[in-house]
């Protein structure tokens, strides 16, 4: 991109930038964070290309300048690991809005494919789930606790397991990201095409609804979290296959803190997950509604955390920045 057209693309950011920066009133620290990492990312562009021209110059007075108002009103909190997770990481994760709804559609697409692949073929559910978790599993059915799966193990030792392997797997669908995300599309379909296929298997038993509610009462957290995972590792792909005006390399740094930032998200999630499979699923006498009521609630965390909250956090910066002009 010439200097010329580089400068006209991004001259009215700057200024409102600087106007910011000069402002007397506080900004707040995710709004610096935003300016300093947006305008560090138009710095480096510039030296690649421009190292010598005023531009160059220019942005790196302003960088400068977000840097020394950063760290002049920084004030390590002990509340910082809290700010992050209410404040910091939900008005980031507004922008991977459509990675998030593309991982979401990928998980459907091959949850439905696995569904479909174990109606038409019977032998489809051993080949995926393998045939000693069948043939135990329908021994459960006929001994009548279809769910006995969820009590072999103490409820701390399936704690700790499910969560560090659910852990792996979020970090596997991240990693991936690297192959152009087509790391990242297979590891949510291997999942998907699992779950797909479970499902089919108790329905084709007659136990849709006893699986359903009992499976999702963890499944609704650690299904969501790995779909979260999966827009990590997408985020990764796009920023290798579509670096914009950065190096592609530029764009991949980018793009790797970026992805890592939402995974670190789940890891909370995925010990309430792990939690309520150790210690809350093995439960299968529990009343419907209560199953019902434990679900409803996770589905609405998820929702709220990762989409609504992200919205109404983007509205009211944007309302903010618009009152100081």
């Avoid at 947006?38 to 977000?66: C, G, M, V, W």
């Avoid at 073929?121 to 995926?128: A, G, K, L, P, Q």
């Avoid at 701390?156 to 087509?182: H, P």
């Avoid at 997408?234 to 790797?256: A, E, M």
């Amino acid at each position: 991109m010439r200097e010329a057209a580089f400068v006209k693309q991004n001259k009215d950011k700057w200024l409102k930038f600087e106007s910011l920066l000069q402002n007397k009133n506080n900004l707040r620290p995710e709004q610096l964070s935003n300016i300093y990492i947006e305008i560090s990312d138009h710095l480096s562009y510039s030296r690649t290309f421009y190292p010598k021209s005023n531009t160059t110059t220019y942005l790196n007075q302003l960088a400068a300048s977000a840097h020394q108002k950063i760290y002049k009103n920084k004030k390590e909190s002990q509340n910082r690991f809290i700010t992050f997770f209410t404040k910091e990481f939900p008005i980031f994760f507004y922008k991977f809005q459509k990675q998030l709804l593309l991982s979401f559609l990928i998980f459907a697409l091959f949850s439905a494919a696995g569904a479909f692949s174990a109606a038409s073929d019977h032998t489809f559910v051993r080949s995926i789930l393998g045939d000693a978790y069948v043939n135990m599993t329908l021994q459960n059915i006929a001994e009548g606790d279809p769910m006995a799966v969820y009590k072999k193990m103490s409820e701390t030792d399936m704690f700790l397991g499910i969560t560090i392997n659910n852990i792996r797997v979020s970090l596997m669908a991240f990693s991936m990201g690297i192959l152009a995300g087509i790391g990242t599309v297979f590891i949510l379909m291997q999942n998907a095409v699992m779950l797909g296929s479970f499902q089919y298997f108790f329905y084709d038993q007659g136990l849709l609804w006893e699986s359903a509610r009992t499976i999702w009462i963890h499944g609704t957290i650690e299904i969501s979290v790995i779909i979260i995972a999966g827009c990590a590792g997408l985020v990764v792909g796009k920023s290798i296959l579509f670096p914009g005006t950065f190096t592609r390399l530029t764009s991949f740094v980018k793009g790797v803190k970026n992805g890592l930032k939402i995974v670190i998200s789940t890891i909370p999630f995925f010990i309430i997950a792990g939690f309520l499979e150790g210690f809350v699923t093995r439960l299968t006498q529990m009343p419907d509604w209560l199953a019902i009521l434990i679900i409803g609630s996770s589905l609405a965390l998820i929702l709220f955390y990762y989409i609504f909250y992200p919205i109404y956090l983007y509205k009211q910066q944007q309302i903010h920045e618009t009152g100081l002009h």
